[in-house]
């Protein structure tokens, strides 16, 4: 059996995860102007988006195993394009503009925080002896949708108007509607069965679990604060206009981001001697993107800033996939419900992060959210460095 059509479908779903998260905040401006939303409002979509992520994660993960993946594959999907289609609607329809918003962000974030779930462990499940290396390059495919989003967003905002964004969120929903038609049909390899999953309640109390859990919650602090508050941040501190923000900032994080996770699957597949283990590049990396946070936070240059954006890309990049890697090596046997923790973990991350940022935006600016923020790149390192301490 080929399982290559379940893999684009994988590779696809990881996009519509990347228009799920991010396009949001690249409508931060078009939203608050029209609306007149507070920075705090603003951060409150993205906490939203995240925190009911988090739920479905620690909900769902142990029926997944029991019903299967392809129902909630398909589904979840389905569900992306009706939180678009009603998100869209704000201003449109007899309902406060917010509230629109924020219901539509719940419907959606339900649907993004089925695919966190589900892509890693329907993936992890196909035989191939290469894990870390499908991981990567899985997770590299979100950062490729980033781009995307970042780019075409902005340049039909750009082009059409900053009133055209119902338009253009309605026209990103084609991308689950078709993916999710091609979930209901592609081959999906079973998991671990039940009966044979090592004991939650043995797993979830080892130390080496803990920090990869707090590992994987720092990753996406680091990696969604950054990516949901550089486009304003370039645009009203740094002075640069919009489009070339989004483009030569945002743009270049998710590319660079996306680059190392692909350059890291490329490289493993192939056997690279010379390639360290991906535990060392993941605490490389840590340490570059509280470097970059601190520089985002001092600097007036604009090619510091965007030089900031590309390297702390580069530094979160194999975060998040990596801390999926090492909990697969460490407990193999685990289950979906391991990847229903860890992604909880992670969401919870990225929904406390950009909240935080949002939070002392508001009070001290956002050079101030920034230093704050610059918290999470330094809990991973922490983390990494007790991994390295704890593994056998």
Same mark, same amino acid.
């Given at each position: ?6 893999? #684009? ?18 409508? !931060? @401006? ?22 009911v992520q988090v739920s479905v994660s620690l909900v769902f993960g142990p029926i997944?195993? #029991?019903?299967?993946? #392809? ?61 870390? &290396? ?12 980033? @781009?995307? @989003? +970042?780019?075409?967003?902005?340049? !039909? ?20 509607? *078709?993916?999710? %038609?091609?979930? +209901?049909?592609?081959?999906?390899? $079973? ?11 043995? *797993? ?7 920090? /990869? ?10 990696? *969604? ?22 483009? +030569?900032?945002?743009?270049? %994080? =998710? ?6 996770? /692909? ?6 597949? #192939?056997?690279?001697?010379? /390639?360290? $283990? ?5 605490? *490389? ?19 510091? =800033? ?17 801390? /999926? ?18 992604? =909880? ?14 939070? @002392? ?8 959210? %920034?230093?704050?923020?610059?918290? !999470?790149?330094?809990? &991973?390192?922490?983390?990494? $460095? ?7």
């Amino acid at each position: 059996m080929s399982y290559k059509p379940t893999v #684009r479908a994988c590779y696809l779903g990881t996009v519509c995860q990347a228009i799920i998260i991010n396009l949001t905040a690249i409508l !931060f @401006v078009p939203l608050a102007q029209q609306f007149g939303l507070s920075y705090t409002q603003l951060g409150a979509l993205v906490m939203v988006n995240f925190g009911v992520q988090v739920s479905v994660s620690l909900v769902f993960g142990p029926i997944v195993d #029991r019903v299967g993946f #392809r129902p909630f594959a398909t589904g979840a999907h389905f569900a992306a394009v009706i939180g678009m289609g009603w998100f869209a609607l704000a201003g449109r329809v007899p309902v406060d503009p917010y509230i629109v918003l924020l219901s539509g962000t719940v419907i959606f974030a339900f649907a993004g925080g089925f695919l966190e779930l589900l892509l890693s462990p329907i993936l992890n499940a196909i035989p191939t002896d290469e894990k870390s &290396s499908a991981m990567c390059i899985l997770h590299a495919f979100f950062c490729f949708g980033h @781009v995307a @989003v +970042a780019f075409l967003t902005t340049m !039909f905002l750009f082009v059409l108007g900053l009133e055209s964004w119902p338009l253009i969120v309605l026209a990103w929903g084609l991308v689950p509607l *078709i993916n999710g %038609f091609i979930f +209901a049909f592609c081959p999906i390899a $079973k998991a671990v069965p039940v009966n044979e999953q090592s004991p939650a309640k043995d *797993i979830l109390k080892k130390p080496l679990f803990i920090v /990869l859990v707090l590992a994987i919650l720092f990753a996406g602090a680091s990696e *969604i604060a950054f990516s949901q508050w550089t486009s304003a941040f370039l645009e009203q501190i740094i002075g640069l206009p919009k489009i070339l923000g989004d483009i +030569a900032g945002v743009g270049m %994080f =998710a590319a660079m981001m996306g680059v190392s996770r /692909l350059g890291y699957g490329i490289l493993k597949k #192939r056997g690279v001697s010379w /390639l360290p $283990k991906q535990s060392r590049l993941m605490l *490389i990396g840590s340490g570059l993107a509280l470097v970059c946070y601190i520089v985002m936070a001092a600097t007036s240059s604009p090619v510091l =800033a965007l030089m900031a954006c590309a390297l702390c890309g580069l530094g979160v990049g194999l975060l998040w996939p990596g801390v /999926l890697s090492l909990s697969v090596d460490a407990f193999p046997m685990a289950g979906t419900w391991m990847f229903a923790v860890m992604a =909880a973990a992670g969401s919870g991350g990225a929904s406390v992060g950009p909240s935080v940022f949002g939070v @002392v935006g508001d009070g001290f600016g956002l050079r101030a959210g %920034f230093m704050v923020t610059a918290v !999470f790149p330094l809990g &991973s390192l922490i983390c990494l $460095k007790l991994y390295h301490k704890l593994k056998p």
